[in-house]
């Protein structure tokens, strides 16, 4: 029997993407751009009814999943937020320009520390840190209700989403490295018991990307 289906999207282009910093915690807003490519992601979901729809705790997913319910239709579901769903923590870099950082520490450095799994920073999460309380949080609050046939939204954040998939997909440790949620890009999950991905299906939207 196929479960409901789990919809993940990646907040719309906020602030600091704009200016080039690590956000991580740091309460941002979403741009005029990130509000309009959260609309075009919503007329791409109106083929679905949610029953559930959770954010991070942080303003930028909460902007993003309204603007996106404003052309998907469903503008009266409470938002849910979940803190497990928040970005990663970047520690001591969080407020710097990324593009300075990488001439300071050199292109494979700079890498590793946005895309590998156990790569650590100052003061700050891992991509492992994010997996382990993204994934028990998916395993005892969201997957029961997909078993039970819900359809349940996430406007959530490029590492919480990474570190989501990686259980989902069953991707490994090393390949972690080159997945990237992009901005405007859906995935649809229908999911087995141990909520690994049954199927899956891909949107995109026209937009210009932003580098994240």
Do not use: C
């Amino acid at each position: 029997m196929s479960s409901g289906k789990l919809v993940l999207v990646r907040h719309g282009e906020s602030e600091w993407n704009l200016a080039g910093k690590w956000t991580g915690w740091t309460d941002v807003s979403i741009t005029e751009k990130g509000a309009s490519d959260a609309k075009k992601m919503g007329e791409l979901l109106t083929a679905i009814t949610f029953d559930e729809v959770f954010t991070s705790k942080l303003k930028r997913t909460v902007e993003t999943a309204e603007n996106l319910l404003s052309t998907q239709g469903q503008t009266g579901l409470k938002l849910q937020a979940a803190e497990p769903l928040n970005e990663r923590d970047y520690g001591d870099y969080t407020g710097l320009n990324k593009w300075e950082v990488r001439e300071k520490l050199g292109e494979d450095t700079f890498n590793a520390i946005r895309r590998d799994y156990d790569e650590p920073i100052p003061g700050g999460e891992t991509l492992h840190d994010v997996y382990d309380r993204v994934v028990p949080w998916y395993q005892s609050e969201i997957l029961p209700k997909l078993l039970a046939g819900k359809n349940i939204l996430f406007v959530a954040h490029g590492n919480s989403i990474r570190a989501l998939v990686k259980y989902i997909e069953s991707i490994s440790d090393e390949d972690i490295s080159k997945f990237e949620m992009v901005f405007g890009t859906i995935l649809i999950y229908q999911v087995n018991d141990e909520g690994k991905e049954n199927s899956k299906q891909e949107l995109h939207t026209a937009i210009e990307q932003t580098h994240a």
